[in-house]
């Protein structure tokens, strides 16, 4: 499970947040960001727009994209992708961390950063900056 306290925010700072990149902070849009900050589990674009449908709120597909992109460039987002989709997931944990694949129930779990022996013979010749690493099962029977 993922702490997400830090990143929980006000509607004040969502706001302030969503005028900085230069979107206008309608009721909708800060709900939506409060939505994908503070509750989702890597959804993708699509999950952001059911989400908001269930909630009545009327948005566009553009609308939730250009919000979640806005939010991923101020920090507060991360967009993955996974070899198995071929869709964006974006992830509310921006702390380093892997993840582990149920390919039961497609659910995908935040795991603690793994100890990485990088000692080999990448990292003579490039320099690394980021580490994503997917682990895959199910559930034992
Ligand atoms: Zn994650």
């Known amino acids: 499970m993922n702490n997400n306290q830090n990143t929980c925010l006000s ?5 302030h947040m969503l005028k900085d990149a230069g979107l206008s902070a309608t009721s909708q849009r800060v709900g939506l960001c409060k939505y994908v900050l503070c509750e989702a589990r890597h959804p993708t674009v699509e999950d952001v727009r ?8 009327k948005t566009s597909l553009a609308t939730v994209y250009n919000t979640l992109n806005a939010l991923c460039k101020a ?26 694949l149920d390919e039961e129930t497609g659910n995908i779990i935040d795991i603690p950063e793994i100890d990485f022996e990088y ?15 997917i ?5 034992k029977n």
């Open 75 to 100: 920090g507060m987002l991360k967009d993955l992708r996974f070899p198995h989709m071929d869709k964006v997931i974006y992830d509310n944990n921006i702390e380093p961390h892997h993840h582990f």
């Open 119 to 133: 000692n080999n013979k990448l990292s003579h010749e490039y320099e690394i900056h980021d580490v994503d690493i």
């Open 50 to 57: 059911n989400w908001s449908e269930t909630q009545g709120i």
């Open 135 to 139: 682990i895959r099962g199910r559930l």
């Open 11 to 15: 509607a004040e700072q969502i706001t």
